[in-house]
């Protein structure tokens, strides 16, 4: 049963730019979450996506956004860039969104280095 | 605020020298706490979801247990490959995990 399968898994941008991150959860789940974690912060809950609705935020600027596809697969969205965006970007899935909340399926990360 | 903190920020231990993470939370509405295991370059992998004071769960070398305000991850002997960086996160509603910051173990042979 393949994983989550997280795109690009590194990637450099500039400070301005956009950037683009996709997740294909495992088949059958139908929950998104994504995180970011950076040395400092750790792991921070970014947003969740169920059939296609967003469902929860964390706490994070407007420049952060995504979206979920019919198929659950989702994508999520920075844009103007700024340094302290520079992060391992972590998608993680599960069947059910009334499950628990902790059983997920990490997928390996999107780095992300803003120059 | 929902908070959680884990200790020691690193560890390192000998092959066998058996120890403990700890993880304190302060949480309103806690739906479970729960230890996730990260090597370098992957993302966390789920181990243990406890959710009552008291709960124990065990797989292999590591036994996660569970009080009113802190978790313990015991190692029990472990092995080289039992080095990673070790995560504690809280459930607070339906979809959202608070993080501890980890502790990064390393046991040498």
């Known amino acids: 049963k393949a994983g989550v399968t997280q795109t690009p898994r590194y990637l450099i941008k500039t400070r301005g730019q956009q950037v683009t991150l996709s997740c294909s959860p495992i088949s059958g789940h139908r929950s998104v979450s994504w995180y970011q974690q950076t040395p400092g912060q750790g792991l921070q809950f970014l947003f969740e996506?169920?059939?296609?609705?967003?469902?929860n935020k964390g706490n994070f600027p407007g420049r952060f956004s995504g979206r979920q596809f019919s198929n659950s697969r989702s994508e999520m969205n920075v844009s103007t860039l700024e340094l302290g965006d520079s992060a391992l970007y972590l998608c993680a899935s599960r069947k059910l969104r009334g499950e628990s909340p902790g059983e997920l399926f990490f997928g390996e990360g999107s780095r992300l280095t803003v120059l | 605020e929902d908070q959680v903190t884990q200790s020691p920020e690193a560890l390192r231990l000998q092959e066998g020298e058996s120890s403990s993470l700890n993880c304190s939370y302060t949480?309103?509405?806690?739906?479970?706490l729960f230890w996730y295991r990260q090597d370098p370059g992957k993302g966390p992998e789920f181990l243990f979801t406890l959710y009552s004071a008291g709960e124990e769960k065990e797989k292999e070398r590591l036994k996660a247990t569970l009080t009113k305000k802190e978790s313990f991850l015991h190692i029990t002997a472990p092995k080289p490959e039992d080095s990673a960086t070790y995560l504690c996160a809280v459930g607070v509603g339906y979809s959202t995990l608070t993080f501890g910051k980890g502790t990064m173990l390393l046991v040498s042979p």
């Open positions: 996506y169920f059939s296609e609705t967003q469902r």
């Open positions: 949480v309103s509405g806690l739906r479970g």
